[in-house]
């Protein structure tokens, strides 16, 4: 979802910049535009004198603006952070034995735990997401639990079975991981 929401803010904000960009340079060559244009003809300022200076007096002007222009600073600074940090882990390093390695897909391998922590009894969905570095790896699991399931069990088999599964095979000595146990939403049943 954070990828789809980049892509869109990015994509608005490069269109709007090409649009008005695009309609300083064409009004500046000498075309023509509409009268409500932000630009008339190829001497015209972006803010006329009595523009700039008609709120003046107002004591809210000012602090509006800096207000407003400080929110969208923030704002960019945080799109910003989430941008440049990454979350998920994209590729494990595999010691293959001979000194070179192998790279396993971390998205592979999150599916592979998934799927086969899914599997295990009590539990009606997984999720898993690799986190740290490429050569120590760490793991989050999500466990959606069906309504009668014991969560100490289910932790106890996913250790056993899936995680010690994916740490044998990606050739690692540990595999830190933090589980959310979740049960499924049911209706009470009836005691009769």
């Known amino acids: 979802m954070p990828r789809i929401v980049n892509r ?9 910049l090409i649009v008005v960009g695009g309609s300083v340079l064409a009004v500046g060559l000498g075309a023509r535009w509409p009268t409500w244009w ?7 300022v ?6 700039r200076t008609h709120y003046r007096d107002a004591g809210w ?11 969208l600073v923030l704002l960019s600074l945080w799109w910003l952070a989430a941008t440049l940090r990454r979350r998920r882990l ?4 595999v010691d293959t034995g001979d000194n070179e390695g192998a790279l396993l897909r971390g998205r592979a391998m999150e599916s592979a735990v998934a799927g086969e922590a899914a599997r295990l009894d ?4 997984a999720h898993v997401t690799l986190t740290g570095s490429r050569t120590s790896p760490e793991a989050r699991v999500q466990l959606l639990l069906q309504p009668h399931a014991a969560p100490e069990d ?6 056993a079975e899936a995680l010690t599964h994916a740490r044998d095979s990606a050739g690692l000595r540990s595999l830190p991981t933090e589980v959310d146990l ?5 209706r009470a049943e009836r005691v009769s």
């Open 154 to 159: 289910a932790v106890l088999r996913l250790a």
């Open 46 to 51: 972006l803010l006329s004198d009595a523009e």
């Open 122 to 125: 009590g539990v009606a969905r």
């Open 182 to 186: 979740r049960a499924v939403k049911h």
């Open 8 to 16: 869109v803010l990015l994509g608005l904000a490069g269109l709007a």
């Open 38 to 44: 932000i630009h008339d003809d190829r001497h015209d």
């Open 61 to 71: 002007w000012w602090p509006t603006v800096l207000a407003v222009l400080a929110a």
């Open 90 to 93: 994209t590729e494990v390093l």
